[in-house]
């Protein structure tokens, strides 16, 4: 017999009565720790039990880095055309403002100019949420500028890379910005401001292929997915399965090509010390 | 190998041949009929090739007779010394290069390089460079500013290699820094897409102040068959997707992304390679001879707007 009896039947609270538990209030890591959104904020968002970095946009990031999540953000209305006339299964143009309306992002990446740890910084940040954050002419656009304002005013430059790459549905215009950005970042060599490429998760395509390799600094979150050619097609072309930690920071910073891992806990204060290193004396 | 839409030309060609036997072997008067299929021949291949469809394009620029760059590096210069290797890990036979001499100038010339047959295919592993490839490339290209000597670079590749190897020794950092480079060069910089041009493997030795695409060729950012599997989810829209990335010559020029076409022999280069080649040589000495009137400051000014100006958006 049970302790209590329902008395009535059915559910007998209201529909307006009823408690929301807001959706995205705890996030589970792939390991499948369980940790509150505050908590998650509080703690640069990484899950302090398995240090998993969550992936996160350039809301985040600014938030991150610049002090006081105080900034000036550059080019903000800036939007794709499309020149193509593009349509596989979808028409391009109503991609792109379908994906606006759902992210309230207007592209693939946002850059913007302030302080971080009291000295100036230009920070361009990319939105995997995005059209996977693929590079078309908004990006290689507002990364360019961000460049030139960084080269007009002398400030040095992060770059956050979070990209499969290259935007196919802007073709060969999309290819076009690989060259477009790495011939701006000859302007920094000469009047040798610092470039500093943070490569996320997941770093990939032409973007790996172009401006996030050619950091004076190439730094990386661990775990990041970094590579040319994605793992499928590379498992598809070659046959065979992929080594264990194939692509990952770890791995390509073994091969030599990132100066360090950083914790993003540490990032704010890793890049000031780097760059007040460099500054020392100047 | 005949692709489709080149069955019903080569059907009355054999025709052709067939009849001048006939008048050869007997008395009858077959002149007329032959003057006749000739004439029908031509304007066959002129409807044909002059309303190619996109895919079409693509069919030919992989065609399997198609001159190759070293075909056209024996055609154009007398004299040829191929020079080997990235300094670092290999020779990467995929990217071919060294100075030449074209009507009595020296030139750098490097370009990718495909297999005719399943040996060579392989040696030069369908023209898919390795990071080794692309740093080889921009190793002799150092050393052609060095010697103040034009570069040309010919572009032919299916893409990029996604192999183990190349991820390991930094596919991506090789062909970013190339781009970076490319911009410094001090000395003019051809470069023209004679077959394939497919996304970064191509574009990263494809930065200079003049870039030809030849009529039949393709350069976008992927092909149109990965991209219908991305985009649709099977190799079947191969064509669809031909004709929204808009990757041939007409396009790429109508999209200001390149600066010229070179004509090509009608029916293709692979009908006739000596043709396609002088045609070729005609570009490149007209282009460079504009070019090394100005000064290298110039040069460098004129290649960043260019590229600096790509793009459409609002």
Redesign the interface.
């Known amino acids: 017999m049970a302790w209590f009896n329902r008395k009535d039947k059915g559910i007998q609270t209201s529909t307006k009565d009823k408690k929301d538990a807001p959706d995205g209030l705890w996030y589970k890591t792939p390991n499948g720790h369980i940790i509150h959104m505050r908590e998650l904020k509080k703690n640069s968002y990484v899950c302090p039990e398995d240090d998993y970095h969550v992936k996160i946009g350039s809301k985040e990031y600014f938030e991150i880095l610049f002090d006081n999540n105080k900034f000036e953000e550059m080019d903000a209305l ?4 499309d ?7 979808k028409k391009y143009s109503d991609r792109i403002v379908d994906t606006q309306k759902k992210t309230g992002l207007k592209d693939a990446v946002r850059t913007a100019h302030g302080m971080s740890k009291g000295k100036p910084i230009v920070i361009a940040c990319m939105d995997f949420s995005f059209i996977g954050g693929s590079m ?3 990006v ?2 507002k990364i ?1 500028r961000a460049i030139d304002y960084s080269y007009q005013n002398n400030i040095p430059i992060l770059i956050i890379s979070k990209s499969g790459g ?3 549905m ?11 950005i ?5 302007l920094l060599e000469e009047k040798k401001i610092p470039y500093i490429s943070l490569l996320t998760d997941p770093t990939t ?2 973007v ?7 950091g004076d600094f190439n730094i990386a979150e661990p775990g990041a997915l970094i ?4 793992p499928r ?2 498992r598809e ?2 046959g065979k399965d ?2 264990k930690g ?2 990952r920071s770890e791995f390509v910073l073994d ?3 990132l100066d360090f891992i950083v914790d993003r806990r540490q990032l704010k204060n890793k890049i000031s010390t780097l760059l007040a290193l460099i500054f020392n004396g100047a | 190998m005949l692709l489709d839409f080149e069955k019903p030309i080569s059907e009355l060609e054999s025709k052709l041949n067939d009849m001048k036997q006939l008048a050869v072997e007997s008395d009858v008067d077959v002149s007329l009929a032959i003057k006749k299929l000739e004439e029908n021949i031509i304007s066959l291949k002129n409807d044909t090739f002059k309303n190619l469809t996109r895919w079409q394009r693509i069919q030919l620029s992989r065609h399997p007779d198609r001159p190759y760059t070293l075909d056209y590096i024996y055609e154009i210069t007398s004299e040829f010394i191929e020079l080997h290797g990235d300094r670092n890990v290999g020779d990467d036979r995929a990217v071919v290069g060294g100075f030449a001499e074209i009507d009595g100038e020296t030139i750098m010339i490097i370009g990718q390089q495909k297999g005719r047959n399943t040996k060579q295919r392989q040696e030069r592993n369908f023209g898919m460079a390795n990071p080794e490839g692309y740093r080889k490339a921009l190793r002799l290209m150092k050393l052609a500013e060095k010697f103040n000597k034009p570069i040309v670079t010919l572009i032919d590749t299916p893409g990029a290699f996604p192999g183990i190897e190349a991820e390991e020794r930094g596919q991506g950092e090789a062909i970013a820094k190339n781009l970076k480079e490319m911009f410094t060069l001090k000395v003019p910089v051809i470069c023209v897409v004679i077959g394939e041009g497919a996304s970064g493997g191509a574009l990263g030795i494809a930065i200079g102040d003049k870039v030809l695409m030849m009529e039949n060729a393709w350069y976008s950012v992927i092909s149109p068959e990965n991209c219908s599997t991305i985009l649709w989810r099977s190799w079947d829209y191969k064509e669809q997707a031909a004709d929204v990335l808009k990757p041939t010559a007409k396009d790429m020029l109508k999209l200001k992304l390149i600066d010229g076409i070179i004509k090509e022999p009608l029916g293709g280069a692979h009908t006739n390679l000596q043709e396609s080649a002088v045609f070729l040589k005609k570009a490149l000495m007209s282009n460079l001879e504009t070019l090394k009137k100005k000064s290298s400051e110039e040069r460098i000014a004129d290649r960043m707007d260019k590229f600096g100006s790509m793009g459409v958006y609002s």
């Open positions: 800036m939007s794709s055309a020149p193509l006339n593009f349509k596989d299964t078309g002419a908004v290689g656009e360019s290259a935007r196919m802007e073709a060969g215009i999309s290819l076009m910005q690989l060259a477009k790495s011939s701006k970042l000859t395509g032409g790996t292929a172009s401006f996030a390799m050619l590579g040319f050619a994605g097609i590379i072309t070659i992929l080594p194939f692509q091969h030599g090509f």
